[in-house]
């Protein structure tokens, strides 16, 4: 099965040039409906002129964001270099504490 997702530019970049290999997302319906093997096509926002294919090779579920970044190495996500505190920071300017309290939080494990 095929997924569609959104991406923002400097995040699509860093998957395309490997050093992105966990995607962030709330575990909302859509995400639930994503398996182990399914393919992710990324769509470069807000322009959406280009796109990539992925494979999810590994789903793990968290309850906050903090939970997730505690267990996964930064460099997975490429925040290496990063604080907890800027990793949280920077989640909550695309999702709100409130969402994550409503979902919980999947990280989707790929291969480009």
Request: no cysteine; aromatic share 12%.
């Amino acid at each position: 099965m095929v997924h569609q997702m959104g991406l923002y530019g400097e995040y699509f970049k860093a998957i395309k040039d490997g050093k992105k290999t966990v995607e962030v997302r709330l575990n909302d319906e859509k995400r639930r409906e994503i398996k182990v093997g399914d393919t992710i096509e990324f769509i470069k926002v807000p322009e959406q002129d280009d796109s990539l294919l992925v494979k999810v090779t590994e789903l793990r579920r968290y309850d906050t964001f903090k939970d997730m970044y505690q267990d996964i190495p930064f460099k997975e996500l490429d925040g290496e270099g990063w604080t907890m505190e800027e990793m949280i920071k920077g989640t909550y300017e695309i999702y709100t504490p409130e969402q994550e309290n409503e979902w919980g939080t999947l990280a989707i494990t790929i291969k480009y």
